[in-house]
């Protein structure tokens, strides 16, 4: 495969379920990043891993737990959400941080608590 | 804080034709990058064009062009001779030219294409 790709496509979960997103770049990619797309709203970035260590959280819940165990995975650990957390959650990877080369993305996984 | 505004929730264009979508954003920074970014009904985002703050000329791929008003504060997307598969959201964004990895997104433009 090619590119960034995610998995699952598609979770429904109730609130108190325990889930996990996954998210593989086979571009040789040294940063990654998820986002949150909710209807209406401007992509939120959620976190960023540079070289496998967190660069950035942006004053993300602890329900979400971000890890990163090599520069190609990155999960996003899921526990006690909310309904206000169903979105569009996308992952990112870019060569490296901080200049100007593109951050390229995933397919998304869509996300409904209920 | 850095903000990026675009004021077309939707647009329509026929097929063959040309459209503008608009894009205004609030720095106080000097060098910053500027994207459009497209995401097709497959929800694959992927980058249309780029525009470095610090060069005047306006940045062109293809059939995409923009029209970078710095002073303005504008950075907006033309799109030449629509086709089908140009029907997307259409993503504005604006990064600081530095290591700061945040990029700033617009709420979106919804384009659809009239055949």
């Known amino acids: 495969e090619t590119g960034v790709t995610q998995t699952p496509r598609h979770l429904v979960m109730g609130m108190t379920n325990k889930k996990s997103l996954k998210c593989e770049q086979h571009?040789?990619?040294?940063?990654m990043y998820w986002y949150k797309q909710s209807a209406k709203k401007p992509l939120e970035l959620m976190f960023v891993y540079n070289f496998k260590e967190q660069t950035e959280n942006n004053s993300v819940p602890s329900r979400f737990s971000p890890e990163c165990p090599n520069s190609s995975h990155l999960f996003l650990h899921l526990h006690t959400l909310q309904p206000e957390d169903s979105a569009l959650y996308l992952c990112?990877?870019?060569?490296?941080?901080?200049?100007?080369?593109?951050?390229?993305f995933g397919p998304g996984t869509r996300l409904t608590v209920t | 804080a850095q903000t990026v505004t675009q004021s077309q929730p939707e647009m329509s264009v026929q097929e063959a034709e040309t459209v503008t979508l608009s894009c205004t954003y609030d720095?106080?920074?000097?060098?910053?990058?500027l994207f459009w970014y497209k995401q097709p009904p497959s929800r694959q985002m992927i980058l249309v064009i780029r525009?470095?703050?610090?060069?005047?000329q306006n940045a062109t791929e293809n059939r995409f062009s923009v029209n970078f008003q710095k002073a303005a504060k504008s950075f907006s997307l033309k799109i030449s001779d629509s086709q089908l598969g140009d029907a997307a959201m259409y993503f504005c964004a604006y990064r600081k030219m530095n290591r700061d990895d945040k990029i700033i997104f617009g709420k979106g433009t919804r384009l659809h294409i009239l055949p």
């Open positions: 571009l040789g990619h040294n940063a």
């Open positions: 990112a990877s870019s060569q490296a941080p901080g200049t100007s080369f593109e951050q390229y």
């Open positions: 720095t106080s920074e000097s060098d910053y990058y």
């Open positions: 525009q470095e703050a610090y060069k005047q």
